[in-house]
């Protein structure tokens, strides 16, 4: 044998495309389903979470999102319940850091509700992570005390502070809850501009339920925020993009961007190109669907990634063209039982 001869090089695992098409490059992945706050969209008031050795170990949840990575993921969202809440878990921003330093993946982010984030703020942008979405749907410190059972304000907004001094681009996202927030669209976006930050509204989706409010009665249609807004703002349509499913436009008198997701009036799932992952290793090919495929069987059967890669393959093929959700006061069950905290923002 000549021992000159070149080793064949191992050819890099196929991109995952589904059925339809399209290229999956964005992974959420929830690394608990616990969190802080009971917001009365997310969850029930009396929660039962689920026994912490049922959870993917930080370890686990850093080979998986490799698995992804390698498959063609550019952009990974560490989410929850509320990410931050999960003990160490800047032991998996540290380790997933190596990704963005090899240049196989354009971008880190995380989904929060703020209350830890002046805690990590600096840690997180130190691990290469740039972007961060902050839940925020009230600026009243008793409305958001009810939304959340059990949050503070005043903590949320310093941890919006602290991210914007550590250099984090902070977006806040917002609920638009009929009869509650209704009043604050403005004030919001005045708020969010004025630092510097993109604002953006989302629907209520029929997701769990809930021992509060029925979700016909929190929905609001978000044509009816574009109103809203259009009182105090001209709103010019934009070409922009983050890789998620918001829509943009920019306030001219602030010559600020807010957002609209529209699950329910307007889906975005023919460009659609997320999947989700569960703390527990459950995959969930579509946000609107039970169908969902079992990640931590082949994690854990071997110290390989074959059956991972295999799994994995089989899953986004079943990937549906588009979701079910709907609400409507003559059906009022959720159409998919899973609260939002489950399987992440």
């Known amino acids: 044998m000549n021992a000159h001869a070149k080793t064949p090089a191992v050819a890099a695992p196929a991109p995952l495309i589904d059925a339809f098409g399209r290229a999956i490059s964005y992974v959420r992945v929830s690394v608990t389903d616990r969190c802080d706050f009971r917001c009365v969209y997310c969850m029930a008031e009396h929660m039962r979470f689920l026994p912490r050795q049922d959870l993917l170990t930080l370890e686990e949840l850093d080979r998986l999102c490799a698995a992804f990575v390698a498959r063609g993921t550019r952009k990974l969202r560490i989410t929850g319940g509320e990410p931050l809440v999960r003990h160490d878990v800047m032991k998996l921003f540290r380790a997933l850091s190596r990704h963005l330093v090899s240049g196989a993946l354009d971008e880190l982010t995380l989904t929060t509700n703020g209350a830890q984030l002046s805690r990590f703020a600096r840690?997180?942008?130190?691990?290469?992570?740039?972007?961060?979405?902050?839940?925020?749907?009230?600026?009243?410190?008793?409305?958001?005390?009810?939304?959340?059972?059990?949050?503070?304000?005043?903590?949320?907004?310093?941890?919006?502070?602290?991210?914007?001094?550590?250099?984090?681009?902070v977006k806040l996202n917002a609920m638009a809850l009929k009869?509650?927030?209704?009043?604050?669209f403005v004030p919001l976006v005045r708020f969010a501009h004025a630092r510097g930050m993109d604002m953006t509204f989302i629907e209520v989706m029929p997701l769990g339920e809930l021992d509060g409010p029925a979700r016909v009665d929190q929905y609001l249609p978000m044509h009816v925020v574009r109103e809203r807004l259009g009182e105090a703002f001209t709103l010019d349509e934009?070409?922009?993009?983050?890789?998620?499913?918001?829509?943009?436009?920019?306030?001219?008198?602030?010559?600020?961007?807010?957002?609209?997701?529209?699950?329910?009036?307007?889906?975005?799932?023919?460009?659609?190109?997320?999947?989700?992952?569960?703390?527990?290793?459950?995959?969930?090919?579509?946000?609107?669907?039970?169908?969902?495929?079992?990640?931590?069987?082949?994690?854990?059967?071997?110290?390989?990634?074959?059956?991972?890669?295999?799994?994995?393959?089989?899953?986004?093929?079943?990937?549906?063209?588009?979701?079910?959700?709907?609400?409507?006061?003559?059906?009022?069950?959720?159409?998919v039982s899973r609260h939002m905290s489950m399987t992440g923002g």
């Open 238 to 335: 934009i070409d922009y993009r983050t890789g998620g499913p918001a829509r943009y436009m920019r306030a001219r008198e602030t010559g600020g961007r807010v957002g609209f997701i529209t699950p329910l009036t307007h889906n975005f799932c023919e460009s659609c190109n997320r999947v989700r992952v569960t703390c527990t290793g459950t995959l969930y090919m579509c946000l609107g669907q039970e169908d969902a495929a079992d990640l931590r069987a082949p994690l854990r059967a071997s110290a390989g990634d074959a059956l991972l890669h295999e799994a994995i393959e089989t899953a986004i093929l079943r990937k549906p063209k588009g979701h079910d959700f709907v609400i409507d006061r003559a059906a009022p069950a959720s159409a």
């Open 123 to 169: 840690e997180l942008a130190d691990c290469g992570v740039e972007r961060v979405n902050v839940s925020l749907d009230t600026l009243d410190a008793e409305r958001f005390r009810a939304l959340t059972r059990t949050g503070e304000l005043d903590r949320v907004l310093a941890g919006v502070d602290a991210g914007l001094a550590a250099g984090l681009k």
């Open 179 to 184: 009869g509650v927030n209704e009043d604050e």
